[in-house]
């Protein structure tokens, strides 16, 4: 074992130490309640933050507590995002009506956490401003919780931590899943491609891939826990284990978790076009298992703008890409992000863009207003776009995006496809709603107890973004 592991191992027992303190400071808290003491995450931003809510569920679970529907709980966290300015007015947002109801509720626990607490103006902000905060702490020590929730609740002290030493023992948190039969599996950590308008890179650190052994050992585990389908997750799943001491290319890592015993679906976010291999494209094709979806972002389709957006392919070679993976995989379904106004984008740039949407026939695609983000190279470039022009591209955009998806969709009508049931249709009841392999949603009539399962269904109707079905057996 060297250096680095022993620390990590101390650390984990450390944590677990303060995890079985916490037990006695909630089960002291439950008698002076006389009730249990409740939960509540509200988590922002993407599915690297939803699995960090799991950990932290994980944490406060096995500490004894009970997990609530809305915000009026004892301990209620924030599971922050701040890629665009809006996911941090959203924040600023929910903590002006939150002050109000621990003014109601005295002994609530307030805490804060995620990528905004990475940033050093906001915790800041944070600890001069909003005093009723109690708890503050980042990504990169998100594996402290245990401790620094102890800290808070036993000594009764405001505790802002802002330590910068990631990973120690993260992959060994508890975790309680969202839902029993599916999860997210961090393959690594952080981002190195530093697009000049992302602030990803500065609030999750540089790029860390995870030993697959210990990656395969985690998703064995799922499966024998119930886990049918498995997403990867990491910021640019296509570098995964170029830095390993022994590397591993993400290909391989996919078909040895496609081989796990158990694990029916294998998905993976995010793909960035520029690392996407021919080899991924094989391994793909090759393996049943995995779903038949590539999320691929754009962000522009103007060559001139990508480069300096800093993204390492142009409008060409992604349009060439796009056809390697259709012409070997004609049935997948390709999603994009899409960046409007950024700054310098001409109107040409713009047609660009349209022009790629166009050609690809993407099954939807997240488009986004760009959002100046401090402290990135793009927020210091001339040439903002302004907000109306922004506006006006945005509104064509998604008319394009609608029709295109629609247009898409209407291709698997008619069909029978697999689909894993995930929930209750809440808008019709006996209805349920599944998930195609190509992330496409469908609703069909059916029992409850089919929730978990990988059924057959009929797509019946197109509605343009998702199916109306019925079950087939
Ligand atoms: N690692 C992923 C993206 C993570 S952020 C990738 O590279 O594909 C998710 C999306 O948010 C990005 O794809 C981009 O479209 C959008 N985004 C990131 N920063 C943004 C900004 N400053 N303004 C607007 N959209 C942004
Ligand atoms: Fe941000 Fe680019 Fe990294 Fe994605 S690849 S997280 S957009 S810097
Ligand atoms: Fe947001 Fe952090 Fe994800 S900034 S998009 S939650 S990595």
């Not at 990475?118 to 401003?129: F, G, L, S, W």
């Not at 650190?205 to 024998?224: N, T, V, W």
């Not at 059916?446 to 269904?457: H, T």
Request: a negative charge; hydrophobic letters at 35%; one cysteine or more.
């Amino acid at each position: 074992m060297n250096f680095g592991e022993q620390r990590n191992l101390a650390e984990e027992k450390r944590q677990a130490l303060f995890l079985s303190q916490l037990k006695e400071c909630i089960a002291d808290r439950e008698e002076a309640l006389g009730r249990r003491v409740t939960y509540h995450i509200t988590t922002m931003g993407c599915q690297m933050n939803a699995r960090d809510s799991e950990k932290l569920s994980g944490v406060l679970a096995e500490a004894g507590c009970e997990e609530t529907e809305g915000e009026d709980a004892d301990i209620l966290l924030f599971n922050t995002c701040t890629v665009r300015e809006n996911a941090n007015e959203k924040l600023y947002g929910h903590l002006g009506l939150v002050k109000h109801l621990k003014k109601e509720k005295p002994g609530m626990l307030i805490g804060i956490c995620g990528c905004m607490m990475q940033e050093a103006d906001e915790v800041v902000r944070i600890r001069e401003k909003y005093r009723f905060v109690d708890l503050v702490f980042g990504t990169h020590n998100l594996w402290k919780f245990p401790e620094l929730l102890y800290a808070c609740l036993a000594e009764g002290r405001r505790v802002i931590d802002a330590s910068e030493t990631p990973d120690v023992c993260r992959d060994s948190m508890p975790v309680r899943r969202k839902v029993p039969f599916k999860s997210g599996v961090n393959i690594m950590y952080g981002c190195n491609n530093f697009c000049t308008y992302c602030i990803v890179p500065y609030v999750r650190g540089r790029e860390r891939s995870r030993e697959p052994g210990e990656i395969l050992r985690e998703i064995r585990r799922l499966a024998d826990d119930g886990v049918k389908e498995v997403m990867l997750l990491g910021q640019n799943v296509n570098s995964y284990g170029k830095t390993l001491e022994q590397p591993v290319s993400f290909a391989d890592l996919l078909r040895r978790v496609a081989e796990v015993d158990g694990i029916e679906r294998v998905r993976f976010m995010t793909s960035h076009p520029k690392d996407l291999s021919d080899d991924l494209i094989q391994a793909i094709r090759e393996t049943p298992k995995v779903c038949r979806h590539l999320h691929l972002p754009l962000q522009s389709g103007s060559s001139r703008i990508l480069k300096q957006m800093n993204r390492r392919y142009t409008k060409e070679s992604y349009l060439a890409l796009v056809d390697r993976i259709r012409t070997a995989i004609p049935e997948i379904g390709l999603t994009t992000d899409i960046i409007v106004g950024f700054p310098g984008e001409t109107e040409e740039d713009f047609e660009e863009t349209l022009d790629v949407i166009r050609r690809c026939s993407f099954q939807s695609a997240f488009t986004f207003l760009y959002s100046r983000r401090t402290g990135t190279p793009a927020a210091a470039m001339a040439d903002q776009v302004p907000p109306d022009v922004m506006a006006d591209r945005m509104q064509r955009l998604i008319g394009l995006v609608q029709e295109l998806a629609s247009r898409a969709a209407d291709r698997d009508l008619g069909k029978t496809v697999p689909v894993l049931v995930e929930e209750k249709d809440a808008h019709a009841p006996g209805s349920l709603t599944g998930r195609l392999g190509n992330n496409l949603m469908v609703h069909f009539p059916g029992e409850e107890s089919l929730i978990g399962q990988i059924v057959d269904v009929e797509l019946t109707e197109s509605r343009g973004f998702y199916y109306m079905g019925r079950r087939r057996q």
